[in-house]
């Protein structure tokens, strides 16, 4: 069996990046909660 995991580091940016959440209004709020608990990253 092959593993079920094989990370990209490139599909991980268009999932899950910065521009990706900033371009829905349910991003910005993700975002935007991230800065106000004061995370050290806010996206990947």
Known sequence: MSK???PK???RAKT???L???ATPGGKKVVQ???RKGRAK???
């Open 4 to 6: 079920t995991y094989n």
């Open 9 to 11: 580091k490139r599909k």
């Open 42 to 44: 806010l996206t990947v």
């Open 20 to 22: 990706v959440r900033k």
């Open 16 to 18: 899950h990046g910065f």
């Open 33 to 35: 909660r991230r800065r």
